[in-house]
């Protein structure tokens, strides 16, 4: 039994559908068929019924869902050895997966996105943009005095451009 419970906590670490994973899920959901049984014939509630559908749904979908994962595996350990082999005839082998996504390195990389940059479009140049509008460019003031107002967004003509304006006229007053 002991050797059952550390199986099954490192399978829960492994990629994929393991044997005693399976058992253990196949034994929980007939011990929960078995338990809305009794609680139907306790009870006689519908609602068992229903619990009990929905339930041996889940537990097809698990085990099919295993199935496929398995065939997956398969197929992807043969598409491997047909590449060890073509590399061993002194073909040109496949792209494998040895590599990490997003990584140059390979696997033995601590992030994914360490390649990410490399593989990107060229990255673009801090420059001045082409078109300078005053809503798109922030320059920063020439001389540390200058004071400036912020454009109207909105395009009325009021003549009041914001509140910062009424901050300028603060800072004025107690620098003078």
Known sequence: MASFIEDLWSS??????T??????????????QTLLLVLLLATYSIHF??????????????????????????QAA?????TENASVEGKK????????????DGADSDTETEGLLDRKSPQVSVSTP???SASTTLQVPRSAN?????????GDSSGYASTDSEWEKV??????
Do not use: C, H
């Not at 829960?12 to 559908?17: C, K, M, S």
């Not at 229903?50 to 496929?68: D, K, P, Q, T």
């Open 130 to 132: 082409q078109s300078t």
């Open 49 to 74: 019924v229903f619990l009990s559908i929905i339930s041996g749904g889940l537990w097809y979908m698990i085990n099919w869902f295993a199935r496929e994962v398995t065939q997956a595996q398969a």
């Open 12 to 17: 829960i670490f492994t990629a994929g559908p």
């Open 146 to 154: 200058e004071v400036r107002k912020r454009l109207s967004v909105s």
């Open 78 to 82: 043969e598409q491997e050895t047909s």
């Open 171 to 176: 800072d004025d007053s107690n620098g003078n």
């Open 93 to 104: 082998p496949a792209q494998s997966d040895s590599r990490t996504r997003g990584t140059p």
């Open 19 to 32: 044997p005693t994973l399976l058992f253990a899920t196949n034994v929980s959901f007939a011990a929960l």
